[in-house]
T-cell receptor
Framework: GAVVSQHPSRVICKSGTSVKIECRSL??????MFWYRQFPKQSLMLMAT?????????EQGVEKDKFLINHASLTLSTLTVTSAHPEDSSFYIC???????????FGEGSRLTVL | AQRVTQPEKLLSVFKGAPVELKCNYS??????LFWYVQYSRQRLQLLLR??SRESIKGFTADLNKGETSFHLKKPFAQEEDSAMYYC???????????FGTGTQLKVEL
């Protein structure tokens, strides 16, 4: 099946710095990728829909300037957490669909810890 | 607004016992529902979708529009079924998925 890969899987940074997380579709092209955030023992919350070649669509309550999304190619979307603070510590997961209404494949997730 | 509710955070059953993981949804349109599973230290993966009407790993789920439910069932639980299960609804623009809060299934020997 299709594979979605995230990097890094874990990152620790200091408060005030920016962190970039990459999401790649390894064996398929994805015009749309989704970024989720998951708090411990809670559900996945959709943050934004990343569209190749255009601006991301953010969910209500998600700060666009805080969570910058770039989808520069059909196989790569990046999420940059700018000026990170401890409350941004979370598990970030991306997903991509293998064409049309097909199955959604998930990355392994990236755990961000902001000190 | 669309919403998915999974009332149980944890469900503990004995091996060989029947399993039912509950899922209720709220959506004004025609929903498309899914069950995703996350085994320990693994990524989230699709278990089954209602439109396929399939049985995967012995699990089935029937969409009941009258009760707005999509409960996941298995007649005989196995130890390897222990995992986190998420019910999800696809609706609205952009093919977005809305997830429930998940149910941790623990199958005991």
């Amino acid at each position: 099946g299709a594979v979605v890969s995230q990097h890094p899987s874990r990152v620790i940074c200091k408060s005030g710095t920016s962190v970039k997380i990459e999401c790649r579709s390894l064996d398929f092209q994805a015009t749309t990728m989704f970024w989720y955030r998951q708090f411990p023992k809670q559900s996945l919350m959709l943050m934004a829909t990343s569209n190749e070649g255009s601006k991301a669509t953010y969910e209500q309550g998600v700060e666009k300037d805080k969570f910058l999304i770039n989808h520069a190619s059909l196989t790569l979307s990046t999420l940059t957490v700018t000026s990170a603070h401890p409350e941004d510590s979370s598990f970030y997961i991306c997903s991509a669909r293998d064409g049309g209404p097909g199955e959604l494949f998930f990355g392994e997730g990236s755990r961000l810890t902001v000190l | 607004a669309q919403r998915v509710t999974q009332p149980e955070k944890l469900l503990s059953v004995f091996k060989g016992a029947p399993v039912e993981l509950k899922c209720n949804y709220s959506y004004s349109g025609s929903p498309e529902l899914f069950w995703y599973v996350q085994y320990s230290r693994q990524r989230l993966q699709l278990l089954l979708r209602h439109i396929s009407r399939e049985s995967i790993k012995g699990f089935t789920a029937d969409l009941n529009k009258g009760e707005t439910s999509f409960h996941l069932k298995k007649p005989f639980a196995q130890e390897e079924d222990s995992a986190m299960y998420y019910c999800a609804l696809k609706g609205g623009g952009g093919n977005k998925l809305t997830f429930g809060t998940g149910t941790q299934l623990k199958v005991e020997l």
